[in-house]
């Protein structure tokens, strides 16, 4: 198994631009997540679903989508970034409540 | 609110030494704890959680932590640091947001350095 796979695994974009950062995981997984990791402030929920078809807001859901049209692919939409979103971003999938989340090995992004 | 306090930023410690990490939670109702590490430039790996039961917990890496009610305290320990330890720990407790408790809220990490 790949476990829970991101890519890109850097980017830079401009202000204003869009862009789609991509999860996706192999263990049948029906819970993901997506969270930022910002210096001094741990990691923060973004969006989560807790399966196909079903998605919700997390702690800090402002200029970012999510789909979930299968279990294993969980992308997440930066509609017009800013410099504030610049962050590193992590992906996470478990079996559901309670049960261990598997980590991604991020994706960090820059917003100029 | 539900939140997790780690009060060290930093902690420095010599390889050999012991080691105890602190972290705090608030949370109403019983708290399902977790702790993670993250080596640089990685994601994270859980190392151990607690969901009820006996208080001690023993994970991975010969690390345990010890879930105390009264003080609102799990504190991850080791008893004799590897360099390999270095890194970032992360506590965390099991949110419920939209009435699921899948996800977490995550201490802001304490990062451990290892002297020689």
């Known amino acids: 198994n790949a476990g829970v796979t991101q890519t890109p695994k850097f980017q830079v974009l401009k202000t204003g631009q869009s862009m789609t950062l991509q999860c996706a995981q192999d263990?049948?997984?029906?819970?993901m997540s997506w969270y930022r990791q910002d210096p001094g402030m741990g990691l923060r929920l973004i969006h989560y679903?807790?399966?196909?078809?079903?998605?919700d807001q997390g702690e800090v859901p402002n200029g970012y989508n999510v789909s979930r049209s299968t279990t294993e692919d969980f992308p997440l939409r930066l509609l017009s970034a800013a410099p504030s979103q610049t962050s590193v971003y992590f992906c996470?999938?478990?079996?559901?409540?309670?049960?261990?989340?598997?980590f991604g090995p991020g994706t960090r992004l820059t917003v100029t | 609110a539900q939140s997790v306090t780690q009060p060290d930023i930093h902690i420095t410690v010599s390889e050999g030494a012991s080691l105890e990490l602190r972290c705090n939670y608030s949370y109403g109702a019983t708290p399902y704890l977790f702790w993670y590490v993250q080596s640089p430039g990685q994601g994270l790996q859980l190392l151990l959680k607690?969901?009820?039961?006996?208080?001690l917990v023993q994970g991975i890496k010969g690390f345990e932590a010890e879930f105390k009610r009264s003080q609102s305290s799990f504190n991850l320990r080791k008893p004799s640091v590897h360099w390999s330890d270095a890194a970032e720990y992360f506590c965390a407790v099991a949110s419920n947001y939209g009435g699921s408790q899948g996800n977490l809220i995550f201490g802001k990490g304490t990062k451990l350095s290892v002297k020689p």
């Open positions: 607690y969901f009820s039961g006996d208080t």
């Open positions: 679903s807790v399966g196909a078809g079903i998605t």
């Open positions: 996470a999938s478990s079996h559901g409540d309670l049960y261990e989340q598997y």
């Open positions: 263990m049948n997984h029906e819970y």
